[in-house]
């Protein structure tokens, strides 16, 4: 029995060591939101950096997946690959910034906390590695001091009253200063009814185009921004009567799987033709 577990200790070290095997490699992630306190539509340098043993794994398989959560992106993720010794390092440098409700500060600063960050990548003969980073958080503070939003506003004093006219030359000023006032009226309520609907009209096609371009650039980007996309095409498509294409892009925007790129691409021609 003594002779037997010297010999199987030695059977696990060789099997362990015997060629085409290859041990779990170790990834270790970090993820960062830089500045830590900003305000809204401040630009914000969301930055992940994977660690990987490179004589492990292949380096064309790491991948590195960091939502970006209730902020939005202002610009393109890059990505980029170096080596520090023995060491393969991954970064994922992505540009964003708090321009909707979710992130903004109601009655004071609010901390917001990013999705975990993750990185997985194919080792070398066996497996997948997978690596988890804490999750980033920043402050978004409000752009006006609560001291101000709650300040009075100061009174103003403007003089509507007209000077007391002397002899009959005053006696005609008022007369004339009033029947100007009621043509002028008169002449103001015409061109609001007529540039009226134009104008609503031109904006809402603005608009529209506006949500049409930010539909189609949705492509090419996270599923949240597919999902948000959509939704504002909907709103904008249902004010300017276009309803069928505003309830195809509500079911898109809140449907239980994932909007996919070529579905988003197809809604947004359709919103375009709808629009013309």
Not at 71 to 95: D, K
Not at 180 to 207: F, I, N
Not at 235 to 246: D, E, I, K, L, Q
């Amino acid at each position: 029995m003594k002779r037997l577990v010297p010999a199987l200790v030695l059977g696990i070290v060789a099997s362990s060591l015997a060629p085409g095997t290859v041990r779990a490699a170790p990834i270790r992630v970090q993820a960062e939101a830089r500045p830590a306190r900003v305000g809204v539509g401040d630009p914000i340098r969301y930055v992940v950096v994977a660690r990987l043993p490179e004589s492990a794994v292949e380096a064309s398989t790491v991948r590195i997946f960091a939502d970006s959560g209730p902020l939005a992106p202002t610009a393109p993720a890059t990505t980029t690959r170096r080596t520090e010794g023995s060491t393969l390092v991954v970064t994922l440098v992505q540009r964003l910034a708090c321009l909707d409700l979710p992130c903004a500060p109601v009655q004071g600063p609010r901390s917001v906390s990013l999705p975990a960050a993750r990185v997985s990548a194919a080792l070398r003969g066996r497996g997948v590695a997978t690596g988890r980073a804490d999750p980033a958080t920043l402050v978004v503070e409000p752009l006006v001091a609560g001291a101000d939003v709650r300040a009075a506003r100061p009174s103003y004093r403007e003089q509507t009253a007209l000077p007391v006219a002397d002899g009959r030359a005053g006696r005609l000023v008022a007369p004339i200063v009033g029947a100007a006032l009621v043509l002028g009226v008169v002449a103001l309520s015409l061109v609001v009814l007529v540039l009226r609907p134009r104008s609503r009209a031109s904006r809402r096609e603005a608009e529209l185009a506006r949500a049409v371009r930010l539909l189609r650039e949705s492509a090419a980007r996270p599923v949240t921004d597919r999902r948000r996309a959509a939704d504002l095409v909907s709103r904008v498509a249902g004010s300017t009567g276009a309803r069928s294409v505003a309830a195809d892009a509500s079911e898109l925007a809140w449907s239980a799987s994932s909007p996919k790129p070529e579905g988003t691409v197809s809604l947004a021609e359709r919103a375009e033709k709808a629009g013309r």
